[in-house]
């Protein structure tokens, strides 16, 4: 944050309180600054930033927690000048719709108390080891990060992220002689299913590839928990320059750091007791922070009511010329689809026992967030391997509503033909494995013959669509109606149907 002079910490925050004009920012007391560090964490990230140093520095305002988190940055671009020059503190700027109202807040985090580089500074990062009030670490180094490298770990630093951590667990346990109290509960958010179970497999592998000591292994296994965890808040971090711009002009400061998040934040954890006692920051917000023996089911209900709704509607909405999701939910039309399309079909077809009702409330936060005029998620995007996304997304709703249901669910087959008509001779760039198949196909086969050959293959599906009754002669009629009438009229034509029924089956 820019300021006249380079004042203490201390200082600093007095000069952002005296210079936002917000009464919507939320100034943290100065006594937050002299916590103690309980928490290691690899990654500079907007994600990070904005969800668990978030949830960690809303304990701390509440006297919860009472830590802060120093980080390391595990890769070679960038630097920490910009931490160092605002001290580690950052504006989190909350934008967006909850609850069908708008929300519109910021606040100053002093989660962060250093930033350490990896390449730099390693070992600064292998100190932190011997700090008898650590307790966590958490990670986000993308997808990529928790990958198996045959490395030796002894380098300074080793080259991927796991062998990072097993050196500093190996730093760990050695400066406690292996004391079992010292162990850490480590809680990845990289987008991996099943990360905590990935990690802590690679971690062990690694040791023994670097032939550690027996009884350090055996500390790793008893001593540290890794947890499963699903992350869900959309942090694009920076916002546009214009965005931005209005941000700082309202803050009454600049602010290198600044991050945009919604309002809808969840962090569910895979523990038990023992683990959320250590994990205490979630006492801040019960509702967001869930740590439970099995979080299968939050990452069930986003996979389908989110990202399955985004996959069913991104072909759609594309080729009725929508090109942001916030643009499709501005349309009546495009919005009614993508609500019914979510709670009437996909909801009851979530191959998931939910408790009542949490599909329902959950949609409707998800509609919120489609909502969003804060984010510019563009269709296109959502697109990018678009035949995966169906395979991986999709056909276990379309299987699981033929187990309950024997008519063809139409919004479905409205979103398969869509997808299908999608490769149909594209003026945009397609990033899927199956596009140039797909337009290949468009230029020898009758749409009914492409229908059908598609649907039934079981390579990329896994299972004979065509084998779905009445499901294939759905999609073709609605793959005739876009090459005949175009997208926004099948759109336009399925909603009134769909309001004529409504009326029908009202009662007088």
């Known amino acids: 944050m820019e300021t006249t002079r380079s004042p203490g910490r201390k200082e600093k925050l007095k000069d952002m309180n005296h210079l936002s004009k917000s009464l919507l920012t939320e100034l943290p007391e100065s006594a937050l600054l002299s916590l103690p560090e309980k928490v290691l964490q690899f990654g500079t990230g907007a994600l990070l930033r904005g969800l668990p140093d978030f949830f960690i520095d809303k304990a701390n305002r509440q006297g919860i927690f009472n830590g802060r988190i120093v980080v390391v940055k595990s890769t070679s671009s960038g630097d920490v000048a910009a931490f160092e020059k605002q001290d580690n503190l950052y504006t989190i700027a909350v934008r967006g719709i909850e609850n069908g109202e708008p929300v519109s807040q910021n606040l100053i985090s002093t989660a962060i108390s250093r930033v350490l580089s990896a390449q730099q500074q390693w070992q600064d990062v292998l100190a932190c080891a011997a700090n008898p009030a650590l307790e966590i670490v958490i990670s986000n180094t993308t997808e990529v990060g928790i990958q198996l490298v045959r490395e030796n770990i002894r380098?300074?630093?080793?080259?991927?992220?796991?062998?990072?951590?097993?050196?500093?667990?190996?730093?760990?346990?050695?400066?406690?002689?292996?004391?079992?109290?010292?162990?850490?509960?480590?809680?990845?958010?990289?987008?991996?299913?099943?990360?905590?179970?990935?990690?802590?497999?690679?971690?062990?592998?690694?040791?023994?590839?670097?032939?550690?000591?027996?009884?350090?292994?055996?500390?790793?296994?008893?001593?540290?928990?890794?947890?499963?965890?699903?992350?869900?808040?959309?942090?694009?971090?920076?916002?546009?320059?214009?965005?931005?711009?209005?941000?700082?002009?309202?803050?009454?400061?600049?602010?290198?750091?600044?991050?945009?998040?919604?309002?809808?934040?969840?962090?569910?954890?895979?523990?038990?007791?023992?683990?959320?006692?250590?994990?205490?920051?979630?006492?801040?917000?019960?509702?967001?922070?869930?740590?439970?023996?099995?979080?299968?089911?939050?990452?069930?209900?986003?996979?389908?009511?989110?990202?399955?709704?985004?996959?069913?509607?991104?072909?759609?909405?594309?080729?009725?010329?929508?090109?942001?999701?916030?643009?499709?939910?501005?349309?009546?039309?495009?919005?009614?689809?993508?609500?019914?399309?979510?709670?009437?079909?996909?909801?009851?077809?979530?191959?998931?026992?939910?408790?009542?009702?949490?599909?329902?409330?959950?949609?409707?936060?998800?509609?919120?967030?489609?909502?969003?005029?804060?984010?510019?998620?563009?269709?296109?995007?959502?697109?990018?391997?678009?035949?995966?996304?169906?395979?991986?997304?999709?056909?276990?709703?379309?299987?699981?509503?033929?187990?309950?249901?024997?008519?063809?669910?139409?919004?479905?087959?409205?979103?398969?033909?869509?997808?299908?008509?999608?490769?149909?001779?594209?003026?945009?760039?397609?990033?899927?494995?199956?596009?140039?198949?797909?337009?290949?196909?468009?230029?020898?086969?009758?749409?009914?013959?492409?229908?059908?050959e598609v649907l039934s293959n079981t390579e990329l599906w896994d299972s004979d669509l065509n084998e779905l009754p009445g499901f294939t002669g759905a999609v073709t009629e609605f793959v005739n109606a876009i090459l005949e009438k175009g997208a926004r009229q099948v759109l336009h034509d399925l909603i009134q149907l769909n309001e004529t029924e409504h009326i029908t089956n009202t009662p007088a």
């Open 155 to 452: 380098q300074e630093p080793p080259a991927s992220f796991p062998g990072k951590l097993l050196a500093f667990l190996l730093a760990r346990y050695r400066a406690f002689h292996g004391d079992v109290s010292k162990g850490l509960v480590i809680v990845p958010t990289e987008l991996v299913t099943d990360n905590g179970d990935l990690l802590e497999s690679i971690i062990l592998e690694l040791a023994h590839l670097n032939k550690l000591e027996y009884n350090f292994i055996e500390w790793l296994e008893n001593a540290c928990t890794f947890c499963n965890s699903l992350a869900d808040r959309i942090v694009p971090g920076m916002p546009a320059a214009d965005k931005a711009a209005e941000i700082f002009s309202e803050l009454g400061y600049h602010d290198d750091l600044l991050i945009m998040t919604e309002p809808y934040c969840l962090w569910a954890i895979q523990g038990d007791e023992k683990t959320a006692a250590v994990l205490s920051f979630r006492e801040a917000a019960l509702e967001s922070v869930i740590i439970e023996p099995d979080i299968d089911r939050f990452r069930e209900r986003k996979l389908r009511l989110l990202n399955g709704t985004h996959t069913l509607s991104c072909g759609l909405a594309h080729l009725s010329g929508f090109t942001t999701v916030h643009d499709a939910m501005e349309s009546a039309e495009m919005e009614a689809f993508i609500r019914n399309l979510m709670l009437e079909e996909i909801a009851p077809a979530i191959p998931y026992p939910l408790p009542p009702g949490d599909a329902t409330t959950f949609g409707l936060q998800v509609l919120d967030r489609f909502r969003n005029p804060f984010f510019q998620h563009k269709w296109l995007s959502i697109t990018v391997q678009y035949s995966a996304k169906m395979r991986m997304r999709i056909v276990p709703l379309l299987l699981e509503h033929y187990r309950k249901k024997t008519e063809p669910p139409q919004r479905m087959a409205l979103g398969f033909a869509a997808y299908l008509c999608f490769f149909r001779q594209p003026t945009w760039q397609i990033q899927d494995e199956q596009a140039d198949r797909l337009t290949q196909k468009w230029e020898t086969e009758t749409p009914e013959n492409l229908t059908r």
